[in-house]
């Protein structure tokens, strides 16, 4: 091998290693972005469940409290029942508005099965 060969392998060599110098600066700064776009994700998907959380906790609050308004109308309605010269006619009607309302809580709420 002569000195101008030598050069000739070294300055190849020189290329190839500034090539592949170049391509793993351009996929370590892909993984930094790729990186950086999971943890964004993530902090994305953390506030969602937060908020869904939260969402939940108001819905049940929601229910507990249309729950407990349901049971003073009920017992107000059989205080008024009970006393005399009463309207039982819209009483009736109050009783069914009731029960048909009841039929689009859970069972476990305190509704009730329909029947086909």
């Known amino acids: 091998i002569t000195a101008e060969a030598a050069v000739k392998r070294a300055d190849k060599a020189t290329q190839a290693a500034s090539q592949a110098a170049n391509l793993a600066t351009s996929s370590r700064a892909d993984a930094e972005r790729a990186a950086k776009e999971a943890t964004e994700a993530r902090h994305d998907a953390e506030k969602a469940r937060e908020a869904s959380a939260r969402a939940n906790e108001a819905a049940e609050a929601a229910l ?3 729950q407990t308004k349901l049971e003073e109308a009920e017992a107000y309605l ?4 009970s006393k ?3 309207a039982h006619g819209a009483l009736w009607w109050i009783e069914r508005e009731l029960h048909e309302q009841k039929a689009y809580l859970p069972e476990s709420k305190g509704g009730y099965r329909k029947k086909n």
């Open 84 to 86: 005399p010269g009463c």
């Open 78 to 81: 059989v205080e008024v029942k």
């Open 64 to 66: 507990d409290d249309a």
